[in-house]
């Protein structure tokens, strides 16, 4: 069973890649004359999905399919025109595929009710011309009945060898896949099977005459079924079809795959054969398997990679172990020291190599979250009556795969209401002077060891007095207060903030943004937003290679040791007192050159009774984070070092300013500084009050 669940994950896995070539497609694909090279490329993926999911018993899919695939098939026999509902029915299959196969993976029902209705508008278009298929969900009326024409009937011999089922191929899976293509009769042949004292259950006894009738089933469809057990687990026989109706009554043992799970158990009881669980398809019974941790492609360039390392490191090994054979002979030689020495270095050269390689494993191209948005955005522009073009570079930019997952909502988020607040309607733009089309640019790229992601559009931009206007309508800032332009643009990410007169599906509730900050700190990143009345907004989403490994500054304070993420450090300074200055309930600050920056004391915040208090003894650790820096107070720097990052929430628990946890050389547990959040946290002092503190100087 645990092989068979590997299976079916790879085929599950296989099948979500599959639904991803077809919506692209689709979503390329021009109304009119269809294009060959498209259809081809959707009906193929759209094939493979149908052919493994008979093998596993999806029959629900198989049959869904099924009719997608026979749209496909006379598009690309030039028998029927691409029309746009066309296009928007088989991307809404897609959907409906897709939600089959994630509920088939987490092992829970298949909505039918919307499969149903999708087939049904696939059958419309199709003009009711498509039989039906068992297993697929029912249908009433004309679409629900079989043709009446005489089909041809194919005879098929199939003779299995014993370990067959060792393989991992279950016969009634096969005769599932078969039934997808007409009408299955099978006649089971039970004359070789042993007395019940011989009978093995890991063998097969068992050999089938089956027929097939339908309307026009072709042979290499029925060769494609078997192509996984010819020659390898059993021998199949094919006859030319015949084209009379009546086929083979069977003699003994019938197994009809239409039949319930008692009936089919029953007959097996009457021939005498092995128990009826071992009998009993597996797929018509519910088995509970464990959840999948899921699975990665990895180039094989980079397993050689790591391979040859892990050579390296084998001799470096038995290089160390001399060195001791060594050590204990001649207790009073000082020649074997250097070597021993050399040798730690090339421990430390190839561990650091090998690590880098088993990070490398699970960096993804970042086009594995692009992929969504061509979808997104044809959805979303049709519904606003928008037309936009997306624009999508460094799709090769890879970042770790666990990123990946959790960055898809926070793009799907700003993407949407790029298109939904950012850009203007086709009347608005042309008034402006702009072209009909509007325009979102997706990019990926590195700077200073961090993945970059900008998220462009050529809209309107941010309307300023209306996030402030709103925000003092609901009470987030006072009326009074004098706040720079970056810190209204700031707002848009507070909860529950939204500048929509209209609620809709697509935006206006006042959730989305201040999510999307949530959880792309939660990544250890930050997000910036830079706008333009007029011409439009950049989001730009700034993330760290992996979220295992850290570039650290190591900081005492008091007893205690923390960790500043290396990238976001700007500079370290000691204090000079005549520098700093305070304001009544406002943040103590620092005058750096010609700027004010807040003064963070990590002995206050996290209550180390033991550390400087004195400004003047330690040292400020200026930090930036979104264009806004704070200076964190430290007893002194220790060094830099890439400290492996442990969650603290999942072992322990969440703690406000804390990233994470790692432990050190020595042993002992560091914490690791959460800046943004820290930053974030700060109190604005406003312009005004900074103006008087300069006058009173």
């Not at 070539?21 to 009906?43: A, Q």
């Not at 060792?166 to 070789?192: D, S, W």
């Not at 063998?203 to 020659?231: A, H, P, Q, R």
């Not at 290679?545 to 990238?567: E, K, N």
């Amino acid at each position: 069973m645990d092989m068979m669940e590997t299976f079916r994950q790879t085929y599950l896995e296989e099948s979500f890649e599959g639904l991803a070539i077809m919506e692209t497609g689709l979503l390329e694909l021009p109304p009119g004359r269809p294009d060959s090279e498209k259809i081809n490329e959707i009906f193929r993926a759209a094939h493979s999905i149908k052919g493994g999911s008979g093998t596993f018993g999806f029959i629900e899919i198989a049959g869904f399919t099924h009719v997608l695939e026979t749209l496909l098939d006379e598009m690309r026999d030039y028998k029927r025109d691409v029309t746009q509902e066309s296009i928007d029915v088989m991307l809404a299959a897609v959907d409906v595929l897709r939600d089959m196969l994630t509920r088939l993976q987490n092992h829970d029902q298949i909505d039918e009710v919307r499969a149903s209705e999708v087939q049904s508008k696939l059958e419309a278009i199709l003009g009711g011309s498509v039989s039906a298929i068992s297993g697929a969900p029912e249908t009433s009326g004309a679409d629900a009945t079989l043709k009446s024409e005489a089909p041809s009937s194919w005879v098929i011999q199939l003779k299995p060898e014993k370990g067959l089922l060792k393989t991992g191929n279950e016969p009634i899976r096969i005769f599932r896949e078969l039934q997808t293509l007409g009408n299955l009769e099978v006649k089971a042949h039970i004359e070789g099977l042993p007395s019940i004292e011989e009978f093995n259950p890991e063998e097969l006894y068992v050999c089938w005459t089956l027929v097939l009738s339908g309307m026009e089933i072709e042979l290499e469809d029925i060769k494609e079924v078997f192509e996984w057990i010819n020659g390898d687990g059993a021998e199949v026989i094919i006859e030319a079809p015949i084209t009379s109706e009546a086929s083979p009554q069977p003699v003994q043992a019938v197994a009809q795959l239409g039949q319930t799970p008692s009936k089919a158990e029953q007959s097996t009881e009457q021939s005498r054969a092995v128990p009826k669980e071992s009998v009993s398809a597996t797929a018509q019974k519910k088995t509970p398997a464990p959840q999948q941790d899921g699975s990665i492609r990895v180039n094989l360039s980079k397993i050689d990679q790591m391979v040859n390392l892990v050579g390296e490191l084998v001799i470096t090994q038995s290089m160390l172990s001399q060195f001791g054979d060594q050590a204990e002979q001649n207790p009073d030689s000082t020649e074997w020291i250097d070597k021993l020495k050399e040798g730690l270095t090339h421990l430390e050269r190839h561990t650091r190599e090998l690590q880098e390689s088993v990070m490398n494993i699970r960096m993804l191209p970042v086009s594995f979250a692009f992929n969504r948005m061509p979808r997104i955005v044809h959805d979303v522009s049709q519904k606003l009556g928008k037309t936009i073009e997306l624009v999508m570079e460094g799709e090769s930019t890879e970042l770790d795969k666990t990123m990946l997952e959790q960055l898809t909502d926070p793009l799907v988020h700003i993407v949407r209401n790029s298109i939904d607040h950012g850009i203007e309607s086709p009347e608005d733009r042309i008034a402006a002077g702009k072209p009909e089309k509007g325009m979102v640019k997706m990019a990926a790229f590195h700077q200073g060891g961090n993945i970059l992601i900008q998220i462009t559009d050529d809209g309107a931009g941010i309307n300023i007095d209306r996030v402030r206007q709103k925000a003092i309508e609901k009470g987030v800032i006072d009326p009074d207060v004098n706040i720079s332009h970056d810190e209204i643009v700031d707002l848009i990410f507070h909860p529950g903030f939204s500048t929509a007169d209209v609620v809709s599906d697509v935006s206006g509730r006042g959730v989305g943004m201040d999510v999307v900050r949530r959880n792309i700190r939660g990544l250890g990143g930050t997000v910036e937003v830079r706008t333009k009345r007029g011409e439009g907004s950049v989001f730009t989403i700034r993330l760290p290679l992996t979220l295992a490994i850290l570039d650290g500054q190591l900081a005492s304070v008091g007893s205690q040791t923390y960790v500043f993420p290396l990238v976001s450090i700007v500079e370290s300074i000691q204090v000079d007192k005549s520098l700093v200055k305070g304001i009544a309930g406002q943040a103590e600050l620092y005058k750096l050159r010609d700027q004010y920056i807040p003064v963070i004391r990590l002995h206050n915040r996290f209550g180390v009774n033991d550390a400087k208090k004195d400004l003047s003894e330690g040292l400020l650790v200026v930090v930036e984070e979104g264009g806004r820096r704070a200076g964190v107070f430290v007893d002194d720097l220790l060094g830099q070092q890439q400290v492996v990052i442990k969650s603290l929430e999942s072992n322990f628990m969440k703690i406000e300013g804390i990233a994470g946890a790692t432990i050190l050389g020595d042993g002992k547990v560091a914490l690791i500084l959460d800046v943004a959040g820290a930053v974030s946290n700060q109190k604005t002092v406003n312009a005004e009050k900074l103006a008087q503190i300069d006058a009173a100087a």
